[in-house]
């Protein structure tokens, strides 16, 4: 296989290419840059192939409301604890696996929420609080 060499950088007087210019208005699908198929070996099954995204199920466990959109929770975790988290998510088989390792530790993180609501709580949620809110510094000691 013989490498190809990168298209050079277009002097700034010169005129734009009109396919480049076309592709750019072209729908999302059609301007993939992915060279890979569009379907998942993992699950076996086809990507969507339309503009609109595909439809969640919506589970009792992972309500969606209005308004409520994720949001990025960062934490420190030892490098042993993630990489066996990893290794969870990897083995665990198509049919039962979150669609992100993201998705897949929030349900690990609301699942210890709900049992602490259910050890003190009464299995009642607890209001949500704002970030910023928790202490923040050295553990506090018991």
Same mark, same amino acid.
């Given at each position: 296989m013989t490498a190809?060499?990168?298209?050079p950088r277009r002097a700034s007087s010169a005129a734009p290419n009109a396919d480049a210019l076309a592709a750019l208005?072209?729908?999302?699908?059609?301007r993939r840059l992915s060279k890979a198929i569009p379907s998942d070996p993992v699950l076996g099954a086809s990507a969507p192939t339309s503009g609109a995204p595909a439809a969640e199920p919506e589970t009792p466990d992972q309500p969606r409301r209005? $308004?409520?959109?994720k949001v990025k929770a960062g934490y420190y975790i030892e490098n042993s604890r993630?990489?066996?988290a990893r290794a969870a998510y990897a083995n665990l088989p198509a049919s039962q696996r979150p669609k992100s390792f993201s998705d897949f530790q929030a349900a690990a993180v609301m699942a210890s929420v709900e049992a602490v609501e259910r050890a003190i709580n009464g299995g009642d949620a607890f209001p949500g609080i704002e970030a910023g809110t928790l202490p923040t $510094?050295?553990?506090?000691?018991?």
């Open positions: 190809t060499r990168p298209t208005s072209a729908p999302a699908e059609a209005l $308004g409520d959109v993630l990489k066996r $510094g050295r553990p506090m000691q018991d």
